[in-house]
Each structure stands twice: as C-alpha cells, then as structure tokens.
C-alpha cells in the first residue's frame, strides 16, 4: 500500500493490523489509540501529516516505522496541514470584533460538567448578525447540527489536535429550542420488562465528551430491532435526543439520583 501525508490512520490499521504497536511505539501521545472507541473516532480523521505534527516529529519518522511492514512512503504529496485554510464565509466580512462573543467550554468539561446550560444561555444573548465563538478540544458536531435549525451558520477552525474553534453566526431571529425536560420515565418498569433478555448495556459514565455521545450512536448502530440498549450516563444527554429522533429511535430517561441517569433506547 502507498502511503502518503495524507493518508489516514484508519486506513493504515486496515491494511495491516499490525500497525497500531508501531504507530504508538512512535510516541507516547498515540497511546489513546488502544481504546477501539477513541480509535474509531480519531483514526478515520487523522492524517499521517497531522499526527506527526502532534507528535512533534517530521512525516520520515512515519514512513520510516512503517516501511518494514511493507508500506510504501509517497515523499512527493504535500500534507494537507501545509495548504491553504478553508476560505472564510461570508459573513466573516461584516462582522466586528466586538460582535464575537469567546466562550471556551474546557474548562467546564474537564471539570466533568455539562456545559450545555451555560452554552444555551450564551446563544439566546447573540443578536442577529452576532458572532458566537465556542473553544474547544473537538468539532461540536451535535451543536452545529441543533444550531443549523436555529437560524445559525456555522464555521469550523481546527488550530490542531487539542484546540478547535467554532463559530456560530445567528442569521435569524428564531428562538432557541432545546428540550432539557425529556426525562419522562413513564412506562420504564413496563418496557423494561418488555426487552427482558433483550437488552444491551453500555456504560458511558467514564468517559470524556464527546465519546458518550459517540458510543451510544456506535452501539445503536448493529442494535437488533427487537432490542434495546441500556446506557448508564452522568446526565441526561440532550444533543444526543434529536439525533436518536432523526434515526427513528424512541427512548425513555430515568433520573436515579444526582449524576446517575439511565436511559433505555430502542426503535421506534
């Protein structure tokens, strides 16, 4: 197989499996990898020019470690990291500074809240034509999916691996809706007792956002039709709700105490 600077982990670690040891033998970062959840989401978006970049190191030092395992290095490709940024909209030409608004959410989420209130509050103070700029370690993507049907534009700028900077820009006057009372655990002894034998558990409390969210969609994914997934979460989840709407999924919520929430998700 050709390898090049743009050639993405995932199709390395397809080719051969024996890849994944080399590639994190390279640097102490790619340890991350080991976990298939975080592997599945970072490997497919991942560039050989990208992770090199994180690490430290020229793209040779890739190429290199992989040749033994008969990859075949393309020196000539230009990474992807070297081009040119994705052209700004439009509306970057008439918005002020002074219209952008900066939230940096890492904070919040490393301290293992949910910023998602102080989020809603942010966006309902953006006037039309304002700016709001989310910082953060990864693409937002359930924001911008539920902000699209809100009347805003989005534009995403990843700086690098650890810092992505997302722009919202309100075009409309449209008031935000977001659900944070979908916790109707009505009928959830009955269908409980429905799916009996039938359900497929899976628990998301231990890990970071946004893989909570990742792997509930990834195990709903094979999830038999006569079944129905059992997730053991800190909170309840509401990016994820309209998502699950959109895959024709139904769900119940089930609050047992503070920071311990059940949900119990089957078709609809």
Known sequence: ???????????????????????????????????????????????????????????????????????EPDRETVPESNMEKPTLPAFFNSVKPEQIIDFDVRPIIESGADPLSQIVAKVKSIPKGGVLKIINSFEPTPLISLLKKQGFESFVDTIDDDLVETYFYKTGDEALKINQEENNAEGWDALVKKFEGKI?????????????????????????????????????????????????????????????????????
Do not use: W
């Open 1 to 71: 197989m050709i390898i090049n600077a743009n050639t993405k982990i995932s199709k390395i670690l397809k080719q051969n499996s024996d890849a994944l040891e080399v590639i994190i033998s390279i640097n102490p970062k790619f340890e991350k990898l080991r976990n298939p959840l975080l592997r599945k989401l970072m490997a497919a978006r991942t560039s050989i020019g990208m992770a090199s970049k994180i690490g430290g190191f020229s793209v040779e030092k890739f190429f290199d470690k992989l040749q033994p395992l008969g990859f």
């Open 200 to 268: 497929t558990n899976v628990d998301v409390r231990h890990l970071e956002m946004p893989m909570p969210m990742m792997s509930i969609l990834s195990s709903i994914e094979n999830l038999p039709e006569e079944n129905a997934l059992f997730v053991y979460h800190k909170r309840i989840p509401v990016f994820l709700l309209p998502e699950l709407k959109e895959r024709k999924f139904d769900y119940r919520i089930k609050e047992e105490a503070p920071n311990e929430v059940r949900l119990l998700i089957f078709k609809d």
